[in-house]
């Protein structure tokens, strides 16, 4: 027996789009699920080098929560490319400024560092409040386990 293995337009036909409700989630959680689900970890025809996953809506990223004292000590980096240009901010400030940032850097940590995974990241779509343009595909609501 073969191992079956899909091809590229099977995983497009087969796409859909799921609606996630991030109001009082927790990050990680709520990341590594949403990351399952971009990569098509959760169907049979999963392949590591397929892009076989799912759209994902996430809504009220700024419900989300985190645990612990990761909201005043968890730091997030970044650089302008000049000398003596980073800049950091801590997860609290970031979640009451860009909470889409916050849940898009989370859930970008946990999918493959190559073409791929920046091709996933790109179906993903954050959302800070319950608002979405995305009405017209129909989205499902995806069921967490957490």
């Known amino acids: 027996m073969k191992t079956y293995q899909i091809k590229k337009r099977e995983a497009l036909a087969q796409r859909q789009w799921h609606i996630v409700d991030a109001d009082g989630k927790v990050l990680g959680r709520l990341a590594s699920e949403v990351a399952k689900v971009l ?9 590591p080098h397929v892009d076989a996953g799912d759209f994902v809506i996430v809504v009220n990223a700024q419900g989300v929560r985190l645990t612990g004292k990761k909201a005043a000590d968890k730091i997030y980096y970044r650089h302008s ?9 801590t997860a ?12 898009r850097l ?3 940590g946990m999918l493959p560092k190559s073409r791929l995974g920046r091709r996933l990241s790109t179906k993903l779509k954050v959302y800070a409040g319950s608002d979405h343009p995305h009405e017209a595909q129909k989205p499902q609501p995806l069921v967490l386990k957490v």
């Open 81 to 89: 490319e000049y000398p003596g240009g980073m800049r950091t901010s």
């Open 92 to 103: 609290e400030k970031l979640l009451a400024d860009k909470p889409e940032t916050l849940i």
């Open 106 to 108: 989370a859930v970008k």
């Open 39 to 47: 990569r098509g970890k959760h169907k049979p025809t999963f392949a």
